[in-house]
């Protein structure tokens, strides 16, 4: 994984309203190791949440379809 260290911006070559017409930027990257657990966290959780996301969101779903035909 990499962090921004840094960002640095210069506007060159303008137009006549001032607007900038070359942007350069400079941009300063750190990287830093993690395990991947602590990158993806409990993958397991992470999987039951978005199951739980998911047939709550079919529920509605279902329900408004079925509210729409009767």
Same mark, same amino acid.
Do not use: H, W
């Given at each position: 994984?990499? %962090?921004?260290? !840094? *960002?640095?911006?210069? /506007?060159? #070559? @303008?137009?006549? &309203? !001032?607007?900038?017409?070359?942007? #350069?930027?400079?941009?300063? *990257?750190?990287? %830093?190791? #993690?395990? $991947?657990?602590?990158? @993806? !966290? &409990?993958?397991?959780?992470?999987?039951?949440?978005?199951? #739980?996301?998911?047939?709550?969101? $079919?529920?509605?779903?279902? /329900?408004? %379809?079925? !509210? *729409? *035909?009767?």
């Amino acid at each position: 994984m990499y %962090v921004i260290e !840094g *960002l640095n911006q210069t /506007k060159t #070559e @303008f137009f006549r &309203d !001032g607007m900038p017409r070359r942007i #350069e930027f400079t941009l300063s *990257l750190k990287r %830093v190791d #993690e395990s $991947l657990s602590d990158m @993806f !966290g &409990d993958l397991s959780a992470q999987l039951n949440n978005l199951q #739980e996301t998911a047939t709550s969101a $079919l529920s509605d779903i279902s /329900k408004t %379809v079925g !509210g *729409l *035909l009767s």
